[in-house]
T-cell receptor
Framework: QKEVEQNSGPLSVPEGAIASLNCTYS??????FFWYRQYSGKSPELIMS????GDKEDGRFTAQLNKASQYVSLLIRDSQPSDSATYLC????????????FGPGTSLSVIP | ETGVTQTPRHLVMGMTNKKSLKCEQH?????MYWYKQSAKKPLELMFV???????ENNSVPSRFSPECPNSSHLFLHLHTLQPEDSALYLC?????????????FGAGSRLTVL
């Protein structure tokens, strides 16, 4: 059974701090990795994708991938209250998107 | 209209009713998906259509019946549902064949089965 695991949280950080969200996956041949943000009552929206080992930065967001450890993380610098949401980790093992498996999500709360 | 639109946004139905969820994508994508999101559970893939052909059916009960008349429209027909089917149903689309293909989700249809 291929799985994607995340700490469900809630994770609480003060405004301006770094929020660190973690994700592990079980399928070693996974090729593509995504972080989605989902506000309460809304649909998921893609915020980061990463395909190779190392770091990928986009504004205040940094995705980190370590395929050997089967681990992907998302760092949010200078956290803002507007970052409060559930963050979904998604992993694609195949070449087509229908192989994507989502984690249960981590709830993040940024305290003003 | 832009992106992926879903109607209705909210639906309440009895167990004997028949209803349909509609999804339309305006992105020129060639693949469409139905996902189910229940409280405290991961997103569950239900159906996938590539170029109007169903390529995935994740052991979904027959009371859920998908229809994809063309690459822009996707329906989910519902009949004799159970209360445990109450959930957020999300439609998504993507462009298959691209290395950077990602899912774009609609706003979802919140279904309550009484």
């Amino acid at each position: 059974q291929k799985e994607v695991e995340q700490n469900s949280g809630p994770l609480s950080v003060p405004e301006g701090a770094i929020a660190s969200l973690n994700c592990t996956y079980s399928d070693r041949v996974s090729q593509s990795f995504f972080w989605y943000r989902q506000y309460s009552g809304k649909s998921p929206e893609l915020i980061m994708s990463i395909y190779s080992n190392g770091d990928k930065e986009d504004g205040r967001f940094t995705a980190q991938l370590n395929k050997a450890s089967q681990y992907v993380s998302l760092l949010i610098r200078d956290s803002q209250p507007s970052d409060s949401a559930t963050y979904l980790c998604a992993v694609n093992s195949g070449t087509s998107y229908d192989k994507v498996i989502f984690g249960p999500g981590t709830s993040l709360s940024v305290i003003p | 209209e832009t992106g992926v639109t879903q109607t209705p946004r909210h639906l309440v139905m009895g167990m004997t009713n028949k209803k349909s969820l509609k999804c339309e994508q305006h992105l020129g994508h060639n693949a469409m998906y139905w996902y189910k999101q229940s409280a405290k559970k991961p997103l569950e893939l239900m159906f996938v259509y590539n170029f109007k052909e169903q390529t995935e059916n994740n052991s979904v009960p027959s009371r859920f019946s998908p229809e994809c008349p063309n690459s822009s429209h996707l329906f989910l027909h519902l009949h004799t549902l159970q209360p445990e089917d109450s959930a957020l149903y999300l439609c998504a689309s993507s462009q298959e064949g691209r290395a950077d293909s990602v899912l774009t989700f609609g706003a979802g249809s919140r279904l309550t089965v009484l």
